[in-house]
């Protein structure tokens, strides 16, 4: 599979996190997403899905239970209101990015939505590939660089990410331009 091109860190990400419900990738119960340019958050929105199942079998993972969903919009909905802010952005970050990757490409195919055609940026490797953290899962990288976590709410969780990767850019982006490639 050939490699994308690296990201120039300076411009537009997104960093994104999804929460869900049952074991159907296409089962989103919650979404973070958080929009950098420059190295900078510039806006952060954090929402509650209605699933397309009423079970949510992740209660005690994130909290969530069906009471607390059953009256949000479905994906559909929440997709229309938050994909503008992937406009321009060159790259979409998350932590273990195939698991985001598969939700966000269930959620916008049971949704007739296009797929964003954003490529992943995964950082549980930038952390690895960066700092050479172990573990790397979300709660012992932000532990390890400062960052607060509530861990497994999306908003939280979206942020966290977005931080991992303005850390692992840094002062660095001047000299290295293109420091990360996306995988």
């Not at 700092?131 to 899962?137: A, F, I, Q, R, T």
Request: hydrophobic share 45%; proline share 9%.
């Amino acid at each position: 599979m050939p490699q994308p091109p690296p990201v120039d860190p300076r411009g537009a990400f997104v960093a994104i996190d999804f929460e869900t419900a049952d074991y159907g990738a296409d089962s989103a119960c919650a979404v973070g997403v958080v929009r950098v340019e420059g190295l900078k958050v510039v806006r952060r929105e954090a929402v509650l899905i209605r699933p397309p199942r009423p079970r949510v079998m992740f209660t005690h993972i994130h909290g969530l239970t069906w009471e607390k969903v059953k009256d949000a919009p479905p994906f559909a909905d929440v997709w229309s209101q938050l994909a503008p802010l992937l406009d321009g952005a060159a790259v979409l970050a998350a932590h273990n990015a195939g698991f985001d990757r598969r939700v966000l490409a269930a959620c916008c195919t049971a949704a007739g939505l296009d797929v964003p055609p954003q490529p992943f940026l995964c950082t549980v490797r930038l952390a690895r590939r960066t700092w050479g953290l172990k573990p790397n899962d979300l709660a012992s990288v932000c532990r390890r660089l400062g960052i607060g976590l509530l861990h497994h709410d999306a908003g939280s969780d979206a942020e966290a990410c977005a931080r991992i990767v303005i850390a692992a850019v840094g002062g660095q982006a001047d000299q290295h331009p293109t420091l990360f490639d996306v995988g």
